[in-house]
């Protein structure tokens, strides 16, 4: 085991960044529509076996990335990330591609609308090149997409196709959406940054009918990362009764060192292997070394107490949603019960043993969890865990006969907190286990996103990788 000197390159993975084409679209030696079709060749070549589209639009994104270079020229571009190309988890509406969400029961559906955030980053300049896989529904039942690194493994779900897009070097960013887990464990899997804000802070259009569902990016570098989310949020706002995200609209919060850092450990914590274990270890080492206060629960009574709630935390954001979902999900069975997978149907029977009242206490419990949290403030500023159990698992689908693989894409249990509490988390790629990357989780309190970001940040200046 070794603690590497330097950042591990993104090539590595295939990510390339569209932060470091700017300077070269304002001196006119590149352009967004040549950045475009470099991206193009890279989805020619590796799209037959990452398989992350659903469809794309490649004539209006090319005369958007004109409209775009154009503007460059006159160095009046829209905002910082015009003429990026991305793409968009297929739960979400845009007006020149079906929605279909990964499910049989909507194929060809087309409502021709764009989602609040779509259309915020049109408006920013931004190319909606295509919709990537999502696993059905936005759920845990699997979609085609296969990690970019290593193709028997999961690259997680349910933004599945919008962590591969990125950490396949095919866009440079892509927005996925996230109830449990479903944004930070694929950017944990796939060396992605990510940010899975506030709840609320970006305004998630159609899609306002779960309580935890949060819009957020994916992206090979923190500065697109930002500054892409802030694109949404600074056009599309926050949902109804939410303020929107906050923070600088045209660069990076800048890196900030933390008073202090809490390790949250979670129910998941005894069942991650020796080798996450010890280089998540080697991260809290060099924060001992750099002397950040690093508070644990045998030594925070709050971190404790904290710890207890979250004990059962999973399955409380999974049933919660499933009882959200369940209204919804009954008329699509209804009507077309062969076009929804035996795994999404088990949903509605969580619902079913649930109940009126059984969604009450969760709530309840839910409160309960956000107060232990906030009465955290005072002496951790951010708590840090593991992206995920361990590195991508191998997925090599169900099988016939067998029971039904019960976290195909992975296990949510470290990402589950965050939902729950409706706090922001960004996911630092840090660490690599078995030559698989194996992201950091960064969680703040509520509102602290750019904050939180500029942590993170810190985390990535001042810290080695590690390598297992």
Not at 48 to 63: M, Y
Request: charged share 20%.
């Amino acid at each position: 085991m070794s603690i590497k000197s330097a950042v591990p390159e993104p090539g590595l993975v295939g990510q390339q960044s569209f932060r470091d084409a700017i300077r070269d679209f304002r001196a006119g030696t590149d352009s967004p529509r040549d950045y475009l079709e470099r991206k193009l060749a890279v989805i020619d070549e590796r799209e037959p076996v990452v398989r992350a589209w659903v469809a794309t639009n490649v004539d209006n994104a090319r005369k958007a990335a004109d409209a775009s270079t154009e503007r460059w020229l006159r160095q009046a571009p829209l905002s910082p990330v015009d003429g990026m190309p991305i793409g968009v988890k297929d739960l979400l509406e845009t007006v020149d591609m079906p929605t279909q969400m990964g499910c049989a029961a909507y194929d060809g559906n087309f409502p021709r609308h764009d989602n609040a955030a779509v259309w915020a980053l049109r408006e920013a300049g931004v190319l909606v090149l295509g919709k990537t896989v999502t696993a059905e529904l936005g759920g845990t039942h699997p979609g085609p997409t296969t990690h970019p690194l290593d193709p028997t493994r999961t690259p997680g779900g349910s933004s599945s196709g919008s962590a591969a897009v990125v950490a396949a070097g095919m866009v440079p960013a892509a927005i996925g959406t996230q109830v449990a887990g479903s944004i930070i464990r694929p950017a944990s899997y796939c060396a992605n940054w990510a940010l899975k804000p506030s709840q609320g802070a970006v305004n998630r259009g159609e899609r306002q009918a779960t309580s935890m569902s949060t819009h957020g990016t994916h992206a090979a570098c923190p500065e697109d990362m930002w500054l892409l989310t802030m694109a949404m949020a600074a056009r599309a706002g926050g949902d109804p009764g939410f303020p929107s995200l906050a923070g600088p609209m045209d660069t990076t919060p800048m890196a900030a060192r933390p008073y202090s850092v809490g390790v949250m450990q979670t129910e998941g914590w005894n069942g991650v292997d020796a080798a996450t274990r010890t280089a998540f270890d080697l991260v809290l080492a060099q924060l001992d070394r750099l002397g950040c206060p690093v508070l644990r629960r045998d030594n925070c009574s709050a971190l404790d107490a904290f710890e207890d709630t979250l004990v059962g935390a999973r399955d409380v954001a999974l049933s919660i949603t499933a009882w959200e979902n369940h209204w919804r999900l009954r008329g699509v069975v209804a009507a077309n019960p062969d076009g929804v997978s035996t795994r999404s149907k088990q949903t509605l029977r969580v619902a079913d043993e649930l109940g009126v009242d059984g969604y009450a206490r969760l709530i309840a419990r839910r409160s309960h969890i956000r107060l232990q949290h906030c009465a955290l403030s005072g002496e951790a500023e951010v708590l840090i865990s593991l992206g995920a159990p361990g590195p991508a698992p191998v997925w090599a689908g169900d099988i016939e006969g067998q029971p039904l693989a019960q976290w195909p894409t992975g296990d949510p249990v470290f990402n589950a907190p965050s939902s729950l509490l409706g706090a922001p988390v960004v996911t630092v790629p840090l660490m690599w286990v078995d030559g698989l990357p194996v992201g950091l989780q960064v969680m703040g309190q509520q509102g602290s996103d750019a904050r939180v970001t500029a942590i993170a940040q810190w985390f990535a200046d001042n810290m080695d990788p590690i390598r297992i």
